[in-house]
């Protein structure tokens, strides 16, 4: 064990941890909308558009998340380049950061997999909630943005909490598309002197030590929005 590369490469891959979050934060940031869209499409059986949302999400969930990237991230760059040489675009589209095309997979994957949860946690308030809300003179998106949604959301905090570890996790990936993140340093800096296991265990404390942080939060975000839930009970 070769504790002075141990060390230098942790401080190394420290210098990854703004970019992984980064992706993680606007990757949650650009999925959120439509994956409520989608779970409320989904939960009120609205015609034609539940199916197309259906298979979209068996599709993601039913693919490996590395199969996506470089389906996505390589399929994507080919249409991209074609479409501008057509139109005679002068843009470089491998001049275009890989952090972009990381957070669009990520967003697709992430997408599909928080309407679930948001789908599940709707399923889990009462319809007589929004029945209650409608008798006062509240609209329906009213009531479902004031009385179901935010009990929903307490229902919905411990799988959005693992869905933002996996999130977090899953970024690990993005070195397939040249991003240089926590794991593409530390394999970037192993690969120089073949010291695998160090480097290795540099990604296992930092992933660990973000995973923790994560968790800690959504601990204390549920206890403040636990009163939703006791004012609903």
């Known amino acids: 064990m070769k504790w002075h590369f ?24 650009f999925s959120s909308i439509p994956a409520i869209g989608i779970a ?13 949302c259906s298979v979209y999400v068996s599709f993601i969930r039913g693919t ?22 057509k139109n005679n675009v002068s843009i470089n589209v491998f001049d275009i950061s890989p952090i972009v ?18 789908r599940s946690a709707l399923l889990t308030v009462d319809k007589g909630q929004m029945e209650a809300a409608v008798s006062i003179g509240l609209s329906e998106l009213q009531g479902f943005l004031r009385v179901v ?8 905090i411990p799988n959005l909490c693992t869905l933002i570890v996996n999130l977090i996790k899953m970024t690990s990936l993005a070195f397939a598309m040249t991003v240089k993140d926590i794991t593409a340093i530390a394999k970037i800096e192993a690969g120089s002197s073949y010291n695998y296991i160090e480097a290795y265990l540099d990604i296992f ?26 004012i609903a009970d």
């Not at 949604?149 to 919905?156: E, H, I, K």
């Open 149 to 156: 949604f935010p009990q929903a959301l307490v229902s919905a």
């Open 101 to 118: 095309f990381a957070v669009i997979v990520f967003t697709l994957n992430i997408t599909a997999t928080m309407s679930e949860v948001v």
């Open 40 to 52: 409320v499409i989904r939960s009120k059986r609205v015609p034609v558009l539940q199916k197309i």
């Open 64 to 85: 490996p998340a590395i199969v996506q990237i470089y389906l996505l991230y390589n399929t994507l760059a080919s249409i991209l380049t074609v479409w501008f040489e």
């Open 205 to 230: 404390v930092i992933y660990l030590i973000l995973c923790i942080v994560i968790e800690k939060m959504f601990q204390k975000l549920e206890r403040n929005l636990s009163r939703y839930k006791a």
């Open 6 to 29: 141990l060390y230098r490469t942790f401080l190394l891959c420290l210098k990854g941890v703004p970019t992984t979050l980064l992706i993680t934060i606007l990757t949650l940031v």
